[in-house]
């Protein structure tokens, strides 16, 4: 079964910083397209970057409200994508989920809960 | 960015019942060139992740059952349940990937009478 697991969810001040991984699992990561999507508590889901595999140019997009404060990176060798977040606001306080990407979003981890909070 | 809308926000159905599901995208997610709908929809259950239900607008994944049904072309969507049971209890999202930044409708919640 193929499956994604995030981590490194933890309770960060304002201004910290975290990064957070995802492990997948019994697919072929270093083809896939991986996202990060998130969900801040009591609202809906927002996408917050993209990064393109390796033979596709391994270039990254982000959201607006991240840009230039979160990067995403990927070691193939590990199956593992990260999602590197720096300058940690209130308002990024959601549970995090790394997806792979076929246009649509179709496999999606159980996240992991990033609270930003002093 | 294009604007996902969807209506209404919450849906109160009987176990059986027919429930329907509308998204409106603020420009066309229609893609000509291939004739496709750059659409999709995921539900969402607490304490687990989203599932992708449909994607290109009426493709049914794998594993869904048959009673989720997905139209429509262009700006207007709609995500139908045919015939409601108590596992469909969730807040369900569209999606369009038409074009970055990818966004999702803010959710329909359905709930059960």
């Known amino acids: 079964e193929v499956y994604l697991v995030e981590s490194g969810g933890d309770l960060v001040k304002p201004g910290g910083s975290l990064r957070l991984s995802c492990s997948a699992s019994?697919?072929?990561?270093?083809?896939?397209?991986m996202n990060w999507v998130r969900q801040a508590p009591g609202k809906g889901l927002e996408w917050v970057g993209r990064?393109?595999?390796?033979?596709?140019?391994?270039?990254?997009d982000y959201a607006a409200p991240v840009k230039d404060r979160f990067s995403i990176s990927r070691d193939d060798s590990k199956n593992t994508l990260y999602l590197h977040m720096n300058s940690l606001k209130t308002e990024d306080t959601a549970v995090y989920y790394c997806?792979?990407?076929?246009?649509?979003?179709?496999?999606w981890g159980r996240g992991t809960l990033v609270t930003v909070s002093s | 960015d294009i604007v996902m809308t969807q209506s209404p926000d919450s849906l109160t159905v009987s176990l059986g019942e027919r429930a329907t599901i509308n998204c409106k995208s603020s420009q066309s997610v229609f893609y000509s060139s291939n004739s496709k709908n750059y659409l999709a929809w995921y539900q969402h259950k607490p304490g687990q992740p989203p599932m992708l239900l449909i994607s290109w607008a009426s493709t049914r994944e794998s594993g869904v059952p048959d009673r989720f049904s997905g139209s429509g072309s262009g700006t207007d969507f709609t995500l139908t349940i045919s015939s409601l049971q108590a596992e469909d209890l969730a807040v369900y999202y569209c999606q369009q990937y038409y074009s970055a930044p990818w966004t999702f409708g803010q959710g329909t919640k359905v709930e059960i009478k």
């Open positions: 990064i393109r595999s390796k033979t596709d140019g391994g270039t990254t």
């Open positions: 019994s697919f072929n990561f270093s083809i896939a397209w």
């Open positions: 997806t792979t990407q076929r246009g649509f979003f179709d496999l």
